[in-house]
């Protein structure tokens, strides 16, 4: 079976496995892992065994995850991706409430919050006026949406190159501080002398932060279509990125309690910083705050590179926007969904609106993370016979124990934060009248509903 070197929908197929495996880690690495081990520590009681744990169980889960989609994405390698595996196994309308949910607030107020977070770290750098920030912000959104239009190759060489640049000075950093430290915590005791129920709710509390840390690799799921040989490239590269960024959390955890020891570590509310600063002195702060910018701005780009695709595949549906499932004839790229989720974008990072939508909705994304690895059982049933180039290893306890750690962090916000979830789930089906009118408006209008057309495509 060879590729085409354009898919169906007209895109260009131009991404390879280090393009995907580059998205992928760059996208879910943003300022994340400069932050969240020390909640991670205070939430497990400065037990740095429990902490470990957590990371690598979360990881573990990432990767089933990953697996699963594996799958899917081999069989259905077409623009889209997890709106793709919804719409196909369940119907436009959930498809639908995702792709909305995601562009009005989750992957556009992820884009804000990057690019704030940006402007936020550079001031430390070069102190700036709250007005300076805010035009600082919108510009790092202008700049990735620009280079995204200008060609999908273009914008994965970036991602490639500012990837590689933050892995591999996360890499020199925590190998620095696991050589040269003065391994501050290595006469603690790693593991607690009995399990308490306060340290079990702890577990359970870091484990929550902890996906949320992981999250993003789904996104590269959105590129399929633009992928070379993407039955045989894309299963091989959503599982080698997982494992990728479980190695380097892991490393960076351990590099952080060796500098400061496990107290210290809980302690900090800067944790990469006051580590480094233990081998840099003063100069640290400037150095990680560079750091930080370089991966922000990494993940930034991944998920301008990723989600627009998105759109583009719901407007090919005639469930958006009609322009934006237009292909530009000359970039071969969807400019016009990469544009108008770049202004919208800008908007909430203006307005500083983006923090109060993503801490209603943001939660709600899992559980179209869930649904569409459960499509996988869907498919398995349905097309029992369907060419599947890459089998999920362990089927099925690893796409159910997926959908459990799913299901568990959308229990845990509807449990101890019910206010907080119904709001959520409110602006999310608030998207079903929205999805009515614009069927109705394409029947109307005779745009041919594209659904079939992609589901039936294949790669030959």
Do not use: C
Not at 354 to 359: K, S
């Amino acid at each position: 079976m060879t590729d085409t070197s354009v898919d169906t929908t007209g895109l260009r197929r131009t991404l390879g496995f280090t393009d995907l495996v580059m998205l992928t880690v760059g996208t879910v690495i943003g300022s994340g892992i400069f932050l969240v081990p020390s909640v991670v520590l205070r939430s497990t009681g400065g037990q740095t065994g429990p902490a470990m744990l957590v990371w690598v169980v979360a990881g573990v889960l990432s990767l089933l995850g990953a697996l699963t989609y594996a799958e899917l994405g081999a069989m259905r390698p077409h623009a889209g991706g997890l709106y793709v595996y919804i719409r196909d196994a369940f119907g436009p309308l959930p498809a639908f409430l995702y792709g909305w949910t995601s562009f009005f607030v989750i992957a556009s107020g992820s884009v804000a919050t990057l690019a704030v977070a940006f402007s936020g770290y550079f001031s430390q750098i070069v102190p700036m006026r709250t007005e300076a920030s805010k035009v600082l912000a919108i510009a790092v959104i202008i700049v990735t949406a620009v280079i995204n239009v200008l060609g999908t190759r273009k914008s994965a060489t970036v991602q490639n190159l500012t990837t590689g640049l933050k892995v591999a000075a996360l890499l020199v950093l925590s190998l620095g501080l696991l050589l040269f430290a003065d391994h501050a915590g290595s006469n603690v005791d790693i593991w607690p002398s009995g399990i308490s129920g306060s340290l079990a709710a702890g577990f359970g509390t870091a484990m929550i932060g902890v996906l949320w840390a992981y999250e993003g690799w789904q996104y590269v799921t959105f590129s399929a279509g633009e992928t070379v040989d993407p039955q045989r490239t894309f299963p091989r590269a959503i599982t080698v990125a997982a494992i990728v960024l479980i190695v380097v959390y892991l490393l960076a955890n351990f590099a952080y309690i060796a500098a400061l020891g496990p107290t210290a570590a809980a302690r900090s509310e800067r944790i990469a910083a006051d580590a480094v600063g233990v081998l840099l002195g003063p100069v640290a702060a400037k150095v990680v705050a560079a750091l930080i910018l370089v991966s922000i701005f990494s993940a930034t780009n991944g998920l301008m590179l990723a989600a627009p695709r998105m759109y583009f595949a719901m407007a090919r549906d005639g469930v958006f926007f009609r322009s934006l499932a237009k292909v530009n004839p000359r970039f071969g790229t969807p400019a016009l969904a990469i544009g108008a989720s770049a202004v919208w974008a800008a908007v909430l990072a203006a307005t500083g609106t983006f923090v109060q939508l993503l801490t209603y909705v943001v939660f709600a994304g899992w559980i179209f993370y869930g649904l569409g690895a459960v499509s996988v059982f869907v498919f398995r049933r349905r097309e029992p016979l369907a060419h599947r180039p890459f089998r999920v290893p362990g089927y099925p306890v690893t796409p159910i124990l997926f959908v459990a750690s799913a299901a568990l962090l959308v229990v845990n916000t509807l449990v101890t934060q019910p206010t907080r979830a119904a709001v959520g789930l409110a602006a999310v089906f608030v998207g079903t009248p929205a999805f009515y009118l614009w069927r109705a408006s394409s029947r109307r209008n005779q745009l041919p509903n594209r659904s079939n057309e992609v589901r039936d495509a294949t790669v030959v």
